[in-house]
């Protein structure tokens, strides 16, 4: 059975830090995507990866994927209060067509 | 643009009665298509895929059940609710892997509470 697991599951950091999160999951794939999900709302895509080594940055998010150590890392660069959400990463296992989600990792950055 | 919508966005049933959420994709056609369910602060769990009309796939045994009717339609029933059926229900497409990146795309969401 495949599981996707993020951690932390909770941060809280001060304005201006910079932290990681993780995503670890337990099968072959060579996709994975991260979500941004605010209170009450949907989910909403940041990043796809799609091969061993990819890197993207978009503002103050940065994502990278190493498929043979089955690890994705959301880096976040001098926080600021609107980045306060939740992240998910979700995991394209190979050969099907699901998508398995972590835990989530719910952020607040404090001012 | 592709987009997705899913209705209705709020409903309160009582337990023991028949639901249904509906899901409609546009500007893309033969897409795959999600029903995932979120608990009250809870991760994702997938519930129902389908890859063409009258393709489902049931990734929980439970008292839901999915139908796609139509090549852009996704929807989820239930005969009879239960009191754990409730919370987040979010319909999701992709375009798949050969010409498109498989990103999902999601609807605004179903909030479902069962009393």
């Known amino acids: 059975e495949l599981k996707v697991e993020q951690n932390p599951l909770f941060l809280s950091m001060q304005e201006g830090k910079n932290y990681t999160i993780y995503c670890n999951y337990s099968?072959?794939?060579?996709?994975l995507y991260w979500y941004r999900q605010d209170p009450g709302k949907s989910l909403e895509s940041l990043f796809v990866l799609l091969s061993n080594g990819a890197v993207k940055q978009e503002g103050r998010l940065m994502a990278s994927l190493d498929t043979k150590a089955r690890l994705s890392t959301l880096h976040i660069t001098a926080a600021v209060h609107d980045l306060s959400a939740t992240y998910f990463c979700a995991v394209g296992p190979s050969g099907t067509y699901k998508y398995i989600f972590g835990t989530g990792t719910r952020l607040k950055v404090l001012a | 643009s592709q987009t997705i919508h899913q209705w209705p966005a709020t409903l309160v049933q009582p337990v023991g009665s028949p639901l249904s959420l509906e899901c409609t994709v546009e500007g893309t056609s033969n897409p795959n298509l999600y029903w995932y369910r979120q608990a009250a602060g809870r991760g994702l769990q997938l519930l129902f895929y389908s890859v063409g009309i009258g393709q489902i796939s049931s990734e929980v045994p439970q008292n839901l059940s999915a139908s796609r009717p139509q090549d852009r339609q996704f929807i989820l029933s239930s005969k009879k609710l239960l009191l754990s059926d409730s919370g987040f229900y979010l319909c999701a497409f992709s375009k798949g892997l050969v010409t498109n990146t498989g990103e999902l795309f999601f609807g605004e969401g179903s909030r479902l509470t069962v009393l």
């Open positions: 099968t072959t794939s060579d996709r």
